[in-house]
T-cell receptor, first 113, second 117 residues
Framework: KAGVTQTPRYLIKTRGQQVTLSCSPI?????VSWYQQTPGQGLQFLFE???????NKGNFPGRFSGRQFSNSRSEMNVSTLELGDSALYLC????????????FGQGTRLTVV | AQKITQTQPGMFVQEKEAVTLDCTYD???????LFWYKQPSSGEMIFLIY??????QNATEGRYSLNFQKARKSANLVISASQLGDSAMYFC??????????????FGQGTTLQVKP
């Protein structure tokens, strides 16, 4: 059974650019959540999608957005990149209930220069 | 607001010995779930073990066990017979309930474990 796949693994972007990250969840999982991990702030929740609908959103500016497709794959977009957006972005997939175990991908390491 | 506290930034353990990683939590919810994840240097968060607040038995998964003390609001991870491959960052997390039957994970700051040969 394939795990959670995130692409690309590494990205280097320039300030002001935009970036799109992709996450393919485990087959059968309908919930995809995104987290940002930085040395200073630790792991923070960005948003969660379930059946193509955003169910929850963390405390991030509107430059961070996402979407989910009918096959449950999800994309996360960050526009007008800032240096502080440099982080490891992790995607988690689950069946979707509040008690459901979440399985993470390997993450996308974004560096903004 | 819910909070997870991991007070050990770094730990060392000798290979083949057991080690306990501490985690305390704060919540006003009656029903909640606690998780432990391992993050090697590659970055992937690997699910280790889960404990529900109403589970009477401590969770175990192979060499991992969770020492759940509800009254003290602690959920310590015990790794028995440590191996070199256990060297990694370990995160304790709690599911915070949001609207409907949904939730998000709240993570502690993590503990870096180094296993010495």
């Amino acid at each position: 059974k394939a795990g959670v796949t995130q692409t690309p693994r590494y990205l280097i972007k320039t300030r002001g650019q935009q970036v799109t990250l992709s996450c393919s969840p485990i087959s059968g999982h309908r919930s995809v959540s995104w987290y940002q991990q930085t040395p200073g702030q630790g792991l923070q929740f960005l948003f969660e999608y379930f059946s193509e609908t955003q169910r929850n959103k963390g405390n991030f500016p509107g430059r961070f957005s996402g979407r989910q497709f009918s096959n449950s794959r999800s994309e996360m977009n960050v526009s007008t990149l800032e240096l502080g957006d440099s982080a490891l972005y992790l995607c988690a997939s689950s069946f979707g209930g509040a008690g459901a175990e979440a399985f993470f991908g390997q993450g996308t390491r974004l560096t903004v220069v | 607001a819910q909070k997870i506290t991991q007070t050990q930034p770094g730990m060392f353990v000798q290979e083949k010995e057991a080690v306990t990683l501490d985690c305390t939590y704060d919540t006003s919810d009656q029903s909640y779930g606690l998780f432990w994840y391992k993050q090697p240097s590659s970055g992937e968060m690997i699910f280790l073990i889960y404990q529900g607040s109403y589970d009477e038995q401590n969770a175990t998964e192979g060499r991992y066990s969770l020492n759940f003390q509800k009254a003290r609001k602690s959920a310590n991870l015990v790794i028995s017979a440590s191996q070199l491959g256990d060297s990694a960052m370990y995160f304790c997390a709690m599911r915070e309930l949001l609207s409907g039957n949904t939730g998000k994970l709240i993570f502690g700051q993590g503990t870096t474990l180094q296993v010495k040969p």
